[in-house]
């Protein structure tokens, strides 16, 4: 099975077992629907019930309804099956990015480090010194999943 990180537990809500998520993926809409199964640190669970509070994803699992049933899994990371995600040849996760050159007129000019998906998702590019790619840019031409490159333009006026 293809695991997939979709975030941490920080803390638990209420009394009831309900678990409070901090969560950047951006694919939440596919993998907090009750009904869908998540892995906390090894575990398989079900995912009972699921609601945005905050910054927060909540979801209770299982029929764990008690407080002291769900304590165990504060600070624990969750995960998701790639399955579920029901995901096209050419769809990615930002995750996938990481590891791939950045390539300008067959050059290659960094490998991705790291993303941050805010408001304007960002990938960290590791090159002569760290530099930073909007994702929704019109730097980025495509995304070659096979030859794990990312085709840019322009790459120049991003590294200067």
């Not at 907090?32 to 905050?54: D, Q």
């Not at 790639?82 to 040849?89: F, M, T, V």
């Amino acid at each position: 099975m293809d695991l997939v990180y979709i975030g941490k537990i920080v803390n638990t809500h209420g009394i009831k077992g309900e678990l409070r998520i901090i969560s950047d993926f951006e694919k939440k809409d596919l993998v907090f629907i009750p009904g869908n199964k998540i892995l906390i640190e090894k575990e398989l669970h079900k995912i009972r019930t699921y609601r945005k509070h905050k910054n927060f994803d909540m979801i209770t699992i299982d029929e764990l309804d008690n407080i002291n049933d769900v304590l165990k899994y504060v600070g624990k990371k969750v995960y998701t099956s790639r399955d579920i995600l029901k995901l096209e040849d050419s769809d990615y996760l930002l995750s996938d990015l990481i590891g791939m050159n950045v390539v300008f007129n067959d050059t290659v000019y960094g490998i991705v480090k790291d993303y941050s998906n805010d408001i304007n998702p960002l990938l960290q590019i590791k090159y002569k010194k760290n530099y930073y790619i909007p994702l929704n840019s019109p730097y980025i031409k495509t995304v070659d999943k096979k030859n794990k490159q990312i085709i840019v333009d322009d790459i120049e006026g991003l590294i200067l």
